[in-house]
Nanobody, 125 residues
Framework: VQLQASGGGFVQSGWSLRLSCVVSGLASGIYSMGWFRQSPGKARQFAAVRSYRDRKPYYADSVKGRFTISGNKDTNTVYLQMDSLKPEDTAVYYC???????????????????WGQGTVVTVSS
């Protein structure tokens, strides 16, 4: 199993970035996908997840209305479109896969089995 995240970078406040996560080695359609982030000195937290059961997105309050999670089944890629970026969005972003599907479970990092290597996003003020 491999999750390869990319797309991070250094941007100014208000700009946009799109992160990509190419997934290989997982059976299709039975894994929830998500994006988490970890700022220096803080615990890893969920940003956006999508359950494999209904494909509906679920966002952390801090990113709601600015971030969009989506996927392309043909290319096995999960995206995180990040708009109106703020300095507090600065973090290492990780994509992840989970067999859990309930939105009461998905925000918890311990429910996720497979993780990508992380991609760094830095937003300057």
């Amino acid at each position: 199993v491999q999750l390869q995240a990319s797309g991070g970078g250094f941007v100014q406040s208000g700009w946009s970035l799109r992160l990509s996560c190419v997934v290989s080695g997982l059976a299709s359609g039975i894994y929830s996908m998500g994006w988490f982030r970890q700022s220096p000195g803080k615990a890893r937290q969920f940003a956006a997840v999508r359950s494999y059961r209904d494909r509906k997105p679920y966002y952390a309050d801090s990113v709601k209305g600015r971030f969009t999670i989506s996927g392309n089944k043909d290319t096995n890629t999960v995206y995180l479109q990040m708009d109106s970026l703020k300095p507090e969005d600065t973090a290492v972003y990780y994509c992840a896969a989970s067999r859990y599907y309930s939105y009461s479970d998905l925000p918890s990092t311990v429910k996720w089995t497979y993780w990508g290597q992380g991609t760094v996003v830095t937003v300057s003020s």
